[in-house]
């Protein structure tokens, strides 16, 4: 149960989110000695793995890295796979807020409908929106943790509406379930949820239809389940694990790039790199083999072929097969994120997986009961699920009226283009401050390493202005222009921006093609360590 807020006192800082990187905050924060409060919207803590309850949902990076290096949380947890479930994640999360005792300083079911700044006192008031009514909260500091896939999107498919069975959005899905058993099953989207429902509906549905635009690279997830033993033999090393994660080149403390290239290794030793790293798992396939992987077309097309080949080998119908795992790459390997897989593919082996091309023949309207493409054909259903993904990086922002120094909305004030100081702040919007937000590492940064050390450099920042007497913090234009054009840079440099994905704002319509992830967490935590160092030179304070 949520604590009863005092809305007469000032706080020094509003934590909005309660996900890894808003809980780590309110603990950060607290620990230093500010009054603190965070307000999730949610019944309880978790972010989107409080949300995302669809069948299958699962994380896809792997434990430890995936948790917080805090002893007082990991000591008294075991996990029990290796890539944990969604309701063991919840369950992780109401262990952290208990383990760190963050309870009373957290308002579930409460909601921030929007935000304003005041010159004049230098502070925040936050309207903020309950079961039991709307209010108000004043704050120093606000420090939205929103994450990067918090507001889903949904294409404008005609006749949506229509459909008189069940239809949610994956990030919407309801508490108590849909029944899928000997159903006819339509899902839409083969990204990271579209890929977790069809192994879970392919398991009982009458029918599986899968609607697929784009082909997903996905890769083998290679799970284990962890027993009792394991996990406590597993602690010893944690210490160890927890530092180097969380010291640049970290993120994962097992996935470090290797220095020399595809193209002048022998093909022994690359087929034994590849094969290593596809036997290992997980993300080590994009992220733990040659450097020059993300940056060299002919270097990517040699991962590419051999991801296509051990997967079209698992692939029975040439045909499906082609559509799947194509020849040709339809975009370069990793530029889009690559999905892990429990028998993914081999679900297309069954009588009742359907594959639907809907790039060549595209999705013309939805009725009652029925999808139709193009060219008329229709494809009966009982339930429609909708993996179509999030407005990314900056949707769960920009759905709160937040308003800066000037009066202007933050979504007006991006709706040309993101500008951001180091992912973390924007000039015009004083003493507001967003983690894993747009233009910083969210979706290369593992989220924990993330959310600790973001973190951290918030509160070395607010100690600074404490100890020097300072009240407002803004990061500057001149700033906020250098990271986008530093972050136009490294997309040049790299094979993300041969790509319309959602790393460079391309799946929403209206939104202005850029990268908005820096795809080095190295480089991006070493900026943020020089920052801090030169007297947090890309602010002003006053």
Same mark, same amino acid.
């Given at each position: 149960?949520?604590?009863?807020?005092?809305?007469?006192?000032?706080?020094?800082?509003?934590?909005?989110?309660?996900?890894?990187?808003?809980?780590?905050?309110?603990?950060?924060?607290?620990?230093?000695?500010?009054?603190?409060?965070?307000?999730?919207?949610? #019944?309880?803590?978790?972010?989107?793995?409080?949300?995302?309850?669809?069948?299958?949902?699962?994380?896809?990076?792997? /434990?430890?890295?995936? =948790?917080?290096?805090?002893?007082?949380?990991?000591?008294?947890?075991?996990?029990?796979?290796?890539?944990?479930?969604?309701?063991? @994640?919840?369950?992780?999360?109401?262990?952290?807020?208990?383990?760190?005792?963050?309870?009373?300083?957290?308002?579930?079911?409460?909601? /921030?409908?929007?935000?304003?700044?005041?010159?004049?006192?230098?502070?925040?008031?936050?309207?903020?929106?309950?079961?039991?009514?709307?209010?108000?909260?004043?704050?120093?500091?606000?420090?939205?943790?929103?994450?990067?896939?918090?507001?889903?999107?949904?294409?404008?498919?005609?006749?949506?509406?229509?459909?008189?069975?069940?239809?949610?959005?994956?990030?919407?899905?309801?508490?108590?379930?849909?029944?899928?058993?000997?159903?006819?099953?339509?899902?839409?989207?083969?990204?990271?949820?579209? /890929?977790?429902?069809?192994?879970?509906?392919?398991?009982?549905?009458?029918?599986?239809?899968?609607?697929?635009?784009?082909?997903?690279?996905?890769?083998?997830?290679?799970?284990?389940?962890?027993?009792?033993?394991?996990?406590?033999?597993?602690?010893?090393?944690?210490?160890?694990?927890?530092?180097?994660?969380?010291?640049?080149?970290?993120?994962?403390?097992?996935?470090?790039?290797?220095?020399?290239?595809?193209?002048?290794?022998?093909?022994?030793?690359? =087929?034994?790199?590849?094969?290593?790293?596809?036997?290992?798992?997980?993300?080590?396939?994009?992220?733990?083999?040659? #450097?020059?992987?993300?940056?060299?077309?002919?270097?990517?097309?040699?991962?590419?072929?051999?991801?296509?080949?051990?997967?079209?080998?698992?692939?029975?119908?040439?045909?499906? #097969?082609?559509? @799947?795992?194509?020849?040709?790459?339809?975009?370069?390997?990793?530029?889009?994120?690559?999905?892990?897989?429990?028998?993914?593919?081999?679900?297309?082996?069954?009588?009742?997986?359907?594959?639907?091309?809907?790039?060549?023949?595209?999705?013309?309207?939805?009725?009652?009961?029925?999808?139709?493409?193009?060219?008329?054909?229709?494809?009966?259903?009982?339930?429609?699920?909708?993996?179509?993904?999030?407005?990314?990086?900056?949707?769960?922002?920009?759905?709160?009226?937040?308003?800066?120094?000037?009066?202007?909305?933050? #979504?007006?004030?991006?709706?040309?283009?993101?500008?951001?100081?180091?992912?973390?702040?924007?000039?015009?919007?004083?003493?507001?401050?967003?983690?894993?937000?747009?233009?910083?590492?969210?979706?290369?940064?593992?989220?924990?390493?993330?959310?600790?050390?973001?973190?951290?450099?918030?509160?070395?920042?607010?100690?600074?202005?404490?100890?020097?007497?300072?009240?407002?913090?803004?990061?500057?234009?001149?700033?906020? @222009?250098?990271?986008?054009?530093? @972050?136009?840079?490294?997309?040049?440099?790299?094979?993300?921006?041969?790509?319309?994905?959602?790393?460079?704002?391309?799946?929403?319509?209206?939104?202005?093609?850029?990268?908005?992830?820096?795809?080095?967490?190295?480089?991006?935590?070493?900026?943020?360590?020089?920052?801090?160092?030169?007297?947090?030179?890309?602010?002003?304070?006053?």
């Amino acid at each position: 149960m949520s604590p009863v807020v005092d809305n007469s006192e000032t706080l020094d800082a509003l934590i909005v989110g309660a996900g890894f990187s808003g809980l780590y905050q309110l603990y950060e924060l607290r620990r230093r000695g500010y009054s603190v409060h965070l307000v999730e919207a949610n #019944a309880g803590p978790g972010g989107v793995w409080y949300a995302n309850r669809y069948p299958g949902a699962r994380v896809d990076s792997h /434990v430890p890295n995936y =948790e917080y290096s805090h002893q007082g949380i990991w000591k008294d947890w075991s996990w029990s796979e290796r890539f944990p479930g969604g309701a063991e @994640l919840r369950e992780y999360f109401a262990h952290a807020v208990e383990a760190l005792e963050l309870g009373p300083d957290i308002s579930f079911g409460t909601r /921030v409908d929007g935000a304003r700044f005041d010159e004049e006192s230098r502070t925040w008031t936050a309207d903020l929106s309950a079961a039991d009514g709307s209010f108000t909260r004043r704050c120093r500091y606000l420090v939205l943790c929103t994450g990067f896939a918090s507001k889903a999107f949904t294409p404008p498919i005609d006749g949506l509406d229509r459909f008189a069975g069940p239809c949610h959005h994956t990030a919407h899905w309801p508490e108590d379930g849909v029944p899928l058993e000997g159903r006819r099953v339509g899902i839409v989207g083969t990204g990271a949820s579209g /890929v977790q429902m069809v192994q879970e509906a392919a398991k009982v549905a009458g029918e599986v239809y899968v609607f697929q635009r784009t082909p997903v690279t996905a890769l083998p997830m290679q799970q284990r389940r962890i027993t009792l033993e394991q996990a406590a033999a597993s602690k010893d090393e944690y210490p160890e694990i927890f530092v180097t994660r969380n010291t640049p080149p970290g993120s994962m403390h097992d996935m470090v790039r290797r220095g020399e290239s595809a193209l002048t290794a022998s093909d022994d030793e690359r =087929e034994r790199v590849f094969t290593e790293a596809w036997e290992e798992g997980g993300f080590h396939f994009w992220f733990a083999t040659f #450097a020059d992987v993300i940056t060299d077309l002919d270097a990517n097309r040699l991962a590419y072929d051999f991801w296509r080949d051990h997967t079209r080998a698992r692939i029975d119908d040439p045909a499906v #097969a082609d559509l @799947l795992a194509p020849m040709e790459p339809p975009y370069p390997f990793g530029t889009k994120r690559p999905s892990l897989e429990q028998g993914y593919y081999d679900y297309f082996n069954q009588d009742n997986v359907f594959l639907v091309d809907i790039s060549a023949n595209p999705i013309h309207s939805v009725g009652e009961d029925v999808v139709e493409l193009a060219d008329g054909t229709r494809h009966e259903l009982d339930v429609l699920v909708l993996a179509t993904g999030f407005d990314a990086n900056t949707g769960g922002l920009t759905q709160i009226d937040v308003r800066g120094s000037d009066g202007r909305n933050l #979504a007006e004030r991006w709706a040309s283009g993101v500008d951001t100081t180091l992912g973390l702040a924007v000039s015009g919007y004083p003493n507001l401050l967003f983690l894993y937000g747009p233009q910083s590492p969210a979706a290369f940064c593992n989220g924990p390493t993330c959310a600790e050390l973001q973190s951290q450099w918030v509160g070395d920042l607010l100690d600074h202005m404490q100890d020097a007497g300072l009240t407002r913090v803004e990061a500057t234009e001149a700033s906020d @222009l250098a990271w986008s054009r530093h @972050l136009d840079e490294v997309a040049e440099g790299s094979l993300l921006s041969k790509v319309d994905s959602w790393y460079m704002a391309a799946n929403v319509p209206g939104k202005r093609r850029q990268l908005l992830n820096h795809p080095s967490s190295d480089a991006y935590l070493r900026a943020l360590d020089r920052c801090a160092a030169e007297g947090y030179d890309r602010f002003v304070f006053d």
